[in-house]
């Protein structure tokens, strides 16, 4: 498979809190916690994360140089450790003098005290639980609550393992939106209203910057690129991809030589294009005047894109900013996060098509994806190269963002299943989406949701996570169901 051209990471604070007087009371309870502190940051670490690590907090003083350590540290999340009972008071300065995400952690030592020889010392080794709602409490009397809490046993203890994962996903997520560079090139397909986005609200909303970029800058790319950078390319897309023989589509056709390097040229553009302008996603569209060498390129992209899209640079048609950052947030995730929107009903079986024309996450592809040669591109202009396959059998998720009358974004999110079977043979990505309780009912539950007619598709189920992100980034969101 092609490798992502930068790893998924995050950066995640991480402390212990405890009541000092504990340690001055029973000899020994500090080189426990201590212990059980060092397994906890190995198990946060265990999910690819870097964690700096700021030791066990017992003072108010502690707490408060501990917040500034935070901050100039620029972490993605806060974990709090909840090792035994503490006041709030070695907790509210972090609360109040930072404004990253926090969660408690209480995964307390033994699954249950063994009361045959229960003490205070044992009871103190667990007591994990105790101050977590004066926490709580005290989180959103200061007006900055506590996002999450995660509760169980630190051995082997899959659901708190599982919950602390989807923590670090998150995190990964939010370290990746932080700073990112969504490119935007060309305009809206004439004329899609729900595409439009703000370049500003996007910033405001998800942390991100738009650059604005003109077809001339790739153009220019285009025209440095060298035979030897296309026959790469071209190595590179007959390992990735099949070229079978057309079928019912009179639009389809083998894969031609000059589309084949077509297709290597732009891909080996967009390369340098996206390392020029140090691009982590682009969304576009342009038409350009019949014979141009601006709609030459802008025609070339779909192959190139989709490798980009399984290296981690969500490449995004239609000028659909906002489902970039969607395709983004999932690739983040690790679930993919293809360009998809809804194909014609099968009434029959009860499911619908999901797909698109143009670039896919091809590491979610079933099996090798397809190329064919179009002679046409439905809808815009230009022919050549185009990708078709379906995604991984098995549960699948969308999210779409969209955008109210008031001009705030909002995260539509569902959960379906794809399932095994023929697609239409078009040279464009489809998939047979089954939703619950049928099809149809789903269907009109999302689009009275009032989304975009786009969103990214990637594998798993995830609609709690995409939530919480949600949540944390202080976006209204609905789970269709």
């Not at 001055?24 to 690819?48: C, I, K, M, W």
């Not at 002679?375 to 991984?392: D, M, Q, T, W």
Request: hydrophobic content about 40%; overall charge negative.
């Amino acid at each position: 498979m092609i490798a992502r051209k930068t790893e998924r990471t995050a950066r995640i604070a991480f402390f212990s809190v405890v009541h000092e007087v504990y340690f001055r009371q029973f000899e020994g309870l500090e080189e426990s916690l201590n212990n059980y502190h060092a397994q906890t940051v190995a198990l946060v670490e265990s999910n690819d994360v870097t964690v700096l690590d700021y030791g066990i907090i017992g003072s108010n003083t502690a707490a408060f140089e501990t917040a500034d350590r935070i901050n100039a540290d620029k972490v993605d999340l806060i974990i709090c450790n909840m090792i035994t009972y503490a006041t709030s008071s070695v907790f509210a300065p972090i609360v109040q003098n930072t404004s990253t995400p926090i969660i408690l952690l209480a995964l307390q030592p033994r699954k249950g005290l063994d009361y045959t020889k229960a003490s205070t010392f044992m009871q103190l080794e667990n007591d994990n639980i105790c101050s977590v709602p004066e926490f709580t409490g005290v989180a959103i009397r200061l007006k900055r609550p506590v996002t999450d809490v995660v509760i169980g046993h630190l051995y082997e203890d899959e659901k708190a393992q599982q919950e602390l994962a989807q923590w670090c996903d998150i995190a990964k997520v939010l370290h990746d939106l932080k700073g990112a560079r969504i490119g935007l090139m060309g305009h809206v397909l004439e004329s899609m209203y729900d595409m439009h986005a703000d370049p500003t609200a996007v910033s405001a909303a998800f942390g991100l910057h738009v650059p604005l970029l003109e077809i001339d800058d790739v153009v220019k790319e285009y025209q440095k690129v060298t035979p030897e950078e296309i026959e790469a390319k071209k190595e590179l897309i007959l390992q990735e991809f099949e070229t079978p023989d057309p079928k019912s589509d009179p639009v389809t056709m083998k894969l031609t030589d000059a589309d084949l390097h077509r297709a290597a040229h732009g891909a080996a553009a967009l390369d340098r294009f996206v390392e020029k302008y140090k691009l982590t996603g682009l969304a576009y569209y342009y038409e350009g005047i019949e014979g141009s060498i601006q709609r030459e390129v802008a025609t070339s992209f779909i192959v190139g894109n989709s490798i980009l899209n399984a290296q981690g640079i969500p490449m995004c048609g239609e000028f659909d900013l906002k489902t970039c950052v969607a395709m983004l947030i999932m690739d983040r995730l690790n679930i993919g996060g293809s360009f998809a929107e809804f194909h014609p009903f099968d009434f029959n079986e009860d499911f619908i098509l999901v797909g698109h024309d143009g670039p896919h996450h091809i590491a979610i592809a079933d099996g090798k994806p397809i190329l064919r040669s179009l002679s046409k591109f439905h809808g815009k202009p230009g022919s050549g190269a185009s990708v078709e396959f379906k995604i991984k059998e098995g549960p699948i998720t969308m999210l779409g963002i969209t955008q109210n009358a008031h001009g705030e974004f909002k995260f539509v999110i569902g959960e379906g299943y794809s399932k095994k079977g023929p697609i239409p043979p078009t040279g464009n990505t489809n998939t047979r989406g089954f939703f619950e309780p049928n099809t149809r009912d789903f269907i009109k539950k999302w689009v009275m949701e009032g989304p975009t007619h786009h969103y990214a598709l990637g594998v798993g189920h995830h609609a709690d996570t995409i939530a919480k992100i949600a949540k944390v980034l202080g976006i209204e969101y609905v789970i269709v169901r």
